[in-house]
């Protein structure tokens, strides 16, 4: 048994087997499904995928501690689920932070003066590649919009939400969104530990 408190911090472990073969099966408009061949231990996996350029989300919270939540209609669950604003890292030099960015003026006509990063998840490891960088944005101000919004865009809903009732619609399963999860739960602790330490500073 490993003794927590020398073991170096749990992490994810990074691994590369031999590719023997891959296969484009799909070429999509935002993303393509590929079939690989693994050399996996004494013999082959096959496993396809969907290879997915990764994204950027965002958590913006306001000077009120509301969050900012969007609906839109998602096809493969038929929901109009709450979502947080994301964009596809699928623009050729961009940084995850530079997307972020834009993707919070091109959904919500918003611009933020404080960026952190929060966390970055695998999504479906079993079932895609697609890794999503989370961010906590603060210090929100409007711009005028100049994103011209289509498809399930042309509808979307905005509604700024107290962070504590986003917390309490995750854990009570009501909001099933996995970013959205993730991103407030992870925000929620971020500024949980803030407050805490500025209280013991005092």
């Known amino acids: ?44 996996i096959v496993r396809q995928y969907v290879d997915h350029p990764g994204a950027s989300a965002i958590v913006a919270i306001d000077e009120e501690g509301r969050v900012l939540l969007i609906q839109q209609y998602r096809h493969p669950i038929r929901h109009r689920d709450w979502e947080i604003p994301a964009g596809l890292l699928d623009i050729a030099g961009e940084s995850p932070l530079e997307t972020a960015q834009r993707e919070l003026t091109e959904e919500a006509d918003l611009t933020a003066s404080s960026w952190e990063s929060l966390v970055s998840i695998f999504t479906t490891p079993g079932g895609n590649d697609e890794v999503v960088h989370l961010f906590l944005a603060r210090g929100l101000s409007e711009v005028g919009s100049a994103h011209a919004r289509a498809e399930e865009e042309a509808d979307i809903r905005v509604e700024w939400v107290p962070l504590d009732d986003v917390v309490d619609g995750v854990l009570a399963g009501r909001l099933r969104n996995g970013i959205l999860a993730v991103g407030v739960l992870a925000a929620a602790e971020r500024l949980r530990r803030a407050e805490a330490a500025g209280g013991a500073r005092r």
């Open 1 to 44: 048994m490993t003794d927590a408190t020398t073991a170096a911090p749990l992490a994810d472990e990074p691994v590369e087997f031999e590719v023997t073969d891959s296969d484009l099966v799909y070429r999509g408009r935002v993303w393509d499904v590929r079939s690989d061949t693994v050399a996996y231990g004494d013999g082959e």
